[in-house]
């Protein structure tokens, strides 16, 4: 079955440490997206990207990385500038149609700083 | 820049009575797309209804439908006959047709009673 993948489910990082957090999907879709979620805030854009080696940073890209080598993958990498990390992070894609299409979503991953 | 407000944080309605979601976005373009998600306590994000900024009528998905206002840049929500099964957090969201950004609001938090 197509879909998208994000690992791990949960995630724990020591202060000062990067970690990076997967987003797998197998639709063939062309634009991909990572979203940070906390209470109250709603789904805060952090990167997106368009298309393969192409990326645009989104409302809240400071302290996060990414790349996008292959069209079937995006990883976000949430570095030691990130002052505030724990928080929910949801990957999405879309086939590119402008609209017309819907974006999927991942399960998320929750990542909390010990 | 696009902006998407959403400016109740939640909302509480008897079972089988209907509720209504506001939505305002601030965008310059004059196509784009605007969506309602529904994110349960799963936390899966689902695809409620979508509409296309150039069609007038106000589309509608079996008990949802939206009220578009494109001059005053409004698209609320209607849930019709609500059921438990509704009660999750949703999501109003705008796509620009310039570029792939998908923008969300802070959500509301709708709650069903039975």
């Known amino acids: 079955d197509g879909g998208i993948t994000q690992s791990p489910k949960y995630l724990f990082r020591k202060e000062g440490q990067n970690v990076t957090l997967s987003c797998e999907q197998n639709?063939?879709?062309?634009?991909m997206y990572w979203y940070r979620q906390d209470p109250g805030q709603g789904l805060r854009l952090i990167y997106y990207?368009?298309?393969?080696?192409?990326?645009q940073k989104g409302d809240i890209a400071e302290g996060y990385s990414v790349s996008r080598e292959k069209k079937e993958s995006f990883p976000l990498t949430v570095t030691s500038a990130q002052k505030n990390p724990t928080a929910f992070y949801l990957c999405?894609?879309?086939?590119?149609?402008?609209?017309?299409?819907?974006?999927?979503f991942g399960q998320g991953t929750r990542l909390t700083v010990v | 820049a696009q902006t998407v407000t959403q400016s109740q944080p939640e909302m509480s309605v008897q079972e089988a009575e209907t509720v209504t979601l506001s939505c305002t976005y601030d965008?310059?373009?004059?196509?784009?797309?605007l969506f309602w998600y529904k994110q349960p306590p799963s936390r899966q994000m689902i695809l409620v209804i979508r509409?296309?900024?150039?069609?007038?009528q106000n589309a509608t998905e079996n008990r949802f439908s939206v009220n578009f206002q494109k001059a005053a840049k409004s698209f609320s929500l209607k849930i019709s006959d609500s059921q438990l099964g509704d009660t999750a957090m949703y999501f109003c969201?705008?796509?620009?047709?310039?570029?792939?950004?998908?923008?969300f609001g802070a959500g509301t938090t709708v709650t069903v009673r039975a």
């Open positions: 509409q296309e900024a150039y069609k007038q």
């Open positions: 990207s368009q298309i393969v080696n192409d990326f």
């Open positions: 639709l063939n879709h062309d634009a």
């Open positions: 999405a894609s879309i086939e590119g149609g402008r609209g017309k299409t819907e974006a999927f």
């Open positions: 965008t310059s373009e004059s196509n784009y797309y």
């Open positions: 969201a705008f796509e620009g047709t310039n570029d792939y950004k998908l923008s």
